[in-house]
């Protein structure tokens, strides 16, 4: 028996659907800890108020740009809630820091449907392509695109053949914002690795746990993180954003000069994450170029799950854009 809360399915979606919005979020400094206990990262500005006052000229410490993504996602699971698995982010940009203290608001509208092709033996699913956008305090601060592949509630396919469209070329001036021009980037370490030139491998390789912790954290809403036997896999799948917040941390660590991260121009998750996982992570500097008085990164960051008696298994392709100084 369904009720209200059962869905929304595939075929109770059409393009130009705006779904409800969730309750308002405040983001607190109880919030900022519990997230660094899941996932580690080194960013200065986001672990020690005096230098992140001393970068952006605000006493308020930012949040985390991962943390900053992962509610914006959780409150858009408003419509994934019957999610089979994410296929891909797109176009992310952050247009300003948020600090601690604000209050988000998470709008999430259907922009094209496309009908997967049927399979013998497998249930019916579609592509929803997904526009979400985030205020914090009312103003506009996070926008991008999301694709997940979602279940149908029957076994009739509506006849979706949408557009998802294609990812751009990689155009680092597109992620230039006024709100980052005056940071004091000379503040942030210059200690780096000694070789940043090709593939950087990151000798620390990390496990995945608190998984259930950083979904009920954000309020993500979608079954197969929560309860296993929604899971079309043997065990429980992890959010994918949890491996996203991982790369992030060891992109923290390798690249320690990172102020913040502005956006992601592409989020492939190639293979699913579960439990118990160890991951490594690897990362190249795809593009660069000047900006204020640092730089804009793309940075290519490539997890592989390392699991009993198998190749390591790649399971996140992920191009993020980064200020450095």
């Known amino acids: 028996m369904t009720t209200d809360n059962d869905g929304p399915y595939y075929e109770d979606m059409e ?19 519990t997230y660094q206990t899941i996932v580690g990262e080194s960013l200065p500005l986001v672990l020690d108020s005096k230098i992140s006052e001393l970068v952006t000229g605000s006493p308020n410490r930012i949040l985390s740009p991962g943390l900053l993504l992962h509610l914006s996602i959780g409150a858009s699971t408003v419509a994934t809630k ?17 600090s601690l203290g604000e209050t988000l608001q998470t709008t999430t509208e259907v922009v094209a449907m496309q009908d997967s092709t049927p399979k013998q033996n497998r249930p019916h699913r579609g592509k929803v392509l997904l526009k979400i956008s985030t205020k914090a305090n009312d103003e506009l601060v996070l926008s991008y695109y999301r694709c997940p592949l979602v279940k149908l509630r029957g076994d009739v396919l509506p006849g979706h053949q949408g557009d998802l469209g294609q990812t751009p070329d990689l155009n680092l001036a597109s992620y230039e ?9 000379s503040h942030l370490s210059k200690k780096n690795i000694n070789n940043t030139n090709g593939v950087v491998k990151d000798p620390l390789k990390d496990v995945v746990d608190q998984a259930l912790g950083l979904v009920r954290l954000t309020q993500n809403m979608a079954a197969v993180h929560r309860d296993s036997t929604a899971s079309p896999y043997p065990h429980r799948l992890v959010y994918g954003g949890h491996t996203v917040a991982l790369a992030q941390a060891s992109l923290s660590r390798i690249f320690p000069n990172t102020a913040t991260i502005l956006g992601w121009h592409t989020c492939d998750h190639t293979g699913p994450v579960f439990e118990g996982d160890l991951l490594s992570f690897e990362h190249e500097i795809i593009k660069e170029k000047q900006y204020g008085k640092g730089q804009i990164r793309g940075v290519r960051s490539r997890v592989h799950a390392h699991r009993d008696n198998e190749k390591p298994k790649e399971v996140l392709d992920w191009v993020s854009i980064s200020l450095t100084g």
Do not use: C, H, T
Not at 15 to 33: K, Q
Not at 82 to 96: M, Q, S, W
Not at 177 to 185: A, C, G, R
């Open 177 to 185: 914002q006024q709100s980052y021009e005056k940071w004091d980037l």
């Open 82 to 98: 019957k999610v089979v698995a994410n296929l891909f982010y797109r176009d992310v940009r952050i247009l300003r820091p948020v």
């Open 15 to 33: 393009p130009g659907m705006v779904f409800p919005s969730p309750p308002a979020l405040l983001v607190d400094s109880g919030m900022a800890s």
